[in-house]
């Protein structure tokens, strides 16, 4: 159910100075499929397309551009005319990836590049052994949380569907997963990148395959108030969070209104414990420096 001009999210592209530990983790801990690997550029997924996950070696680690589909060739040309209406600056006004039919990228709010799609291409490589079903959400902390709510709300068409206190976080759909994009106020990172998975125990035998690599958990599993989602956590070399999640709210309802949360009851945040996240929010990465 598209909400919205944008309908899905499409895949998150990373650059990374450790090129091998990055894949090494996307496909023996986190169950990713290698669909292609240039030797410089590696393309992952879980469904069956042909990215949802984008490493580029690099000398510095940052966020390299957010992939999001467009809900059909009308939308993403309504997109792009809002969007050289509001001035930003276009990339490229063709894909901006390889096996993608029609696209064209930008510089949004906080130095983040966004590439709008339609028509990526499927891959061969057959279901994986382990895995998550699909990529899920992105979260991040902008400076100014409310700026980059709007931004999604006007130009992209996501809907809000959770507000915690003042201008502090936004929780925003475009389909009826509770959140494709969470915001929380911060210092501009990427925190994390999420994806779905049927059930609780696939979160531990996360922890067990991270463990046989002599790597942990960072946190979870814990239920989180605003979602619903069962989640758990590692960190990946370039500063990143992972989050593999099971039972996210399913917002069918067009009209639901925002649940608003006080920025003090933070059950929004952690309905199992009383672990107040900070140490967990200072992980992330930046977007990287744009020519
Ligand atoms: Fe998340």
């Given at each position: 159910?598209?909400?919205?001009?944008?309908?899905?999210?499409?895949?998150?592209?990373?650059?990374?100075?450790?090129?091998?530990?990055?894949?090494?983790?996307?496909?023996?801990?986190?169950?990713?499929?290698?669909?292609?690997?240039?030797?410089?550029?590696?393309?992952?997924?879980?469904?069956?397309?042909?990215?949802?996950?984008?490493?580029?070696?690099?000398?510095?680690?940052?966020?390299?551009?957010?992939?999001?589909?467009?809900?059909?060739?009308?939308?993403?040309?309504?997109?792009?005319?809002?969007?050289?209406?509001?001035?930003?600056?276009?990339?490229?006004?063709?894909?901006?990836?390889?096996?993608?039919?029609?696209?064209?990228?930008?510089?949004?709010?906080?130095?983040?590049?966004?590439?709008?799609?339609?028509?990526?291409?499927?891959?061969?490589?057959?279901?994986?052994?382990?895995g998550p079903?699909?990529?899920?959400?992105?979260?991040?902390?902008?400076?100014?949380?409310?700026?980059?709510?709007?931004?999604?709300?006007?130009?992209?068409?996501?809907?809000?569907?959770?507000?915690?206190?003042q201008n502090?976080?936004?929780?925003?759909r475009c389909?009826?997963?509770?959140?494709?994009?969470?915001?929380?106020?911060?210092?501009?990172?990427?925190?994390?990148?999420?994806?779905?998975?049927?059930?609780?125990?696939?979160?531990?035998?996360?922890?067990?395959?991270?463990?046989?690599?002599?790597?942990?958990?960072?946190?979870?599993?814990?239920?989180?108030?605003?979602?619903?989602?069962?989640?758990?956590?590692?960190?990946?070399?370039?500063?990143?969070?992972?989050?593999?999640?099971?039972?996210?709210?399913?917002?069918?309802?067009?009209?639901?209104?925002?649940?608003?949360?006080?920025?003090?009851?933070?059950?929004?945040?952690?309905?199992?414990?009383?672990?107040?996240?900070?140490?967990?929010?200072?992980?992330?990465?930046?977007?990287?420096?744009?020519?």
């Open positions: 159910m598209a909400l919205g001009a944008v309908s899905e999210m499409g895949y998150l592209a990373m650059r990374t100075r450790a090129y091998e530990e990055s894949l090494q983790l996307a496909t023996e801990v986190l169950g990713l499929r290698l669909t292609r690997d240039s030797g410089d550029r590696a393309y992952l997924a879980a469904a069956d397309r042909h990215h949802e996950l984008v490493y580029v070696k690099g000398d510095a680690d940052g966020i390299d551009h957010i992939g999001l589909v467009a809900e059909s060739a009308e939308s993403l040309e309504v997109i792009r005319k809002k969007v050289e209406a509001g001035r930003f600056r276009i990339i490229t006004r063709s894909p901006f990836e390889e096996a993608i039919g029609e696209g064209f990228a930008f510089v949004g709010p906080e130095n983040y590049v966004f590439h709008i799609y339609t028509g990526m291409a499927g891959h061969r490589h057959g279901p994986a052994s382990f079903d699909r990529y899920g959400h992105i979260n991040i902390h902008p400076q100014d949380a409310r700026a980059m709510k709007d931004f999604l709300v006007e130009f992209l068409g996501f809907k809000v569907s959770d507000v915690i206190g502090f976080a936004y929780f925003l389909n009826a997963d509770h959140h494709g994009v969470a915001i929380i106020k911060g210092r501009g990172s990427l925190h994390h990148h999420a994806w779905q998975t049927q059930s609780i125990a696939d979160l531990g035998r996360l922890g067990d395959r991270l463990f046989a690599l002599g790597r942990r958990l960072i946190w979870g599993p814990v239920r989180h108030g605003a979602g619903h989602n069962i989640a758990a956590y590692y960190v990946e070399p370039n500063g990143t969070v992972v989050e593999l999640y099971t039972d996210l709210e399913q917002i069918h309802d067009e009209l639901r209104p925002p649940i608003e949360w006080s920025a003090d009851d933070r059950t929004w945040f952690n309905r199992w414990g009383v672990y107040n996240g900070e140490d967990f929010r200072s992980h992330g990465a930046f977007p990287v420096e744009l020519a």
